[in-house]
């Protein structure tokens, strides 16, 4: 079975420029996440899909970041534009299922790691 | 404001060591609580996962327990081996019902398993 697919792998860009992550999560997993984890700290939830619908999208920084899951499957996430305190690995996850009584586990991908100078 | 806590922040042990990393969360009204590993440069992966209603769940060397009314989960890994270096992170989840659920995130355990 495929794991969660991310890129690109590693991107520096300087502050104010704007910036795309890609994720495609395990076929057939209807939840996405996205998570920013800063260096020394543990992942923070940004936005959560079922399908191609929002959950979740309390901690999003909505000024700057977006995210959009057409079609239920693909999610990008943008910063624009990126500020130095951005500097963070972006991570993506995918679960079969959100719900009560359902699958929770939750796959990640390997990350983007964002350098913003 | 949820709170997960993870307790050492850091730990080194010699190969063949038994093991006990800490977890704490502030609201012990969850709905599951795991534990993941993350190696370097790598995502994390699933190691253990405790529905509410359960106390522990044991997977090979790893036994992880759960006490919700103090607030408290273990990580138990039994003979310790250098391939079990890692960071290893626990997640809260509380269940906020139509509006989804909300993952919390420990700040993580890096151990060094040295051979």
């Known amino acids: 079975e495929a794991g969660v697919a991310q890129s690109p792998r590693y991107k520096i860009i300087e502050k104010r420029q704007s910036v795309a992550f890609w994720c495609n999560p395990i076929?057939?997993?209807?939840?996405l996440y996205w998570y920013q984890q800063i260096l020394g700290q543990g992942p923070k939830l940004l936005i959560q899909f079922q399908n191609n619908g929002v959950v979740d999208d309390s901690q999003l920084p909505k000024d700057r970041f977006s995210a959009e899951r057409l079609k239920g499957v693909d999610s990008t996430l943008k910063i624009q534009p990126a500020k130095l305190e951005d500097s963070a690995v972006y991570l993506c996850?995918?679960?079969?299922?959100?719900?009560?009584?359902?699958?929770?586990?939750?796959?990640f991908g390997p990350g983007t790691r964002l350098t913003v100078l | 404001k949820q709170e997960v806590t993870q307790i050492p922040a850091a730990l080194s042990v010699p190969e063949g060591e038994n093991l006990v990393l800490n977890c704490s969360f502030t609201?012990?009204?969850?709905?599951?609580l795991q534990w993941f590993r993350q190696d370097p440069g790598k995502g994390l992966t699933s190691l253990l996962l405790?529905?509410?209603?359960?106390r522990e769940q044991t997977s090979g060397r790893l036994n992880a327990s759960l006490d919700k009314s103090s607030g408290r989960s273990t990580l138990y890994i039994a003979a310790s081996q250098p391939g079990d270096s890692a960071t290893y992170l626990c997640a809260v989840k509380y269940e906020r019902g139509n509006t989804g659920n909300q993952f919390y995130f420990g700040t993580g355990t890096s151990l060094t398993v040295i051979p």
């Open positions: 076929s057939g997993h209807a939840t």
């Open positions: 609201d012990s009204a969850i709905y599951n």
């Open positions: 996850a995918s679960s079969f299922f959100a719900g009560t009584g359902g699958l929770h586990t939750q796959y």
């Open positions: 405790i529905q509410s209603s359960q």
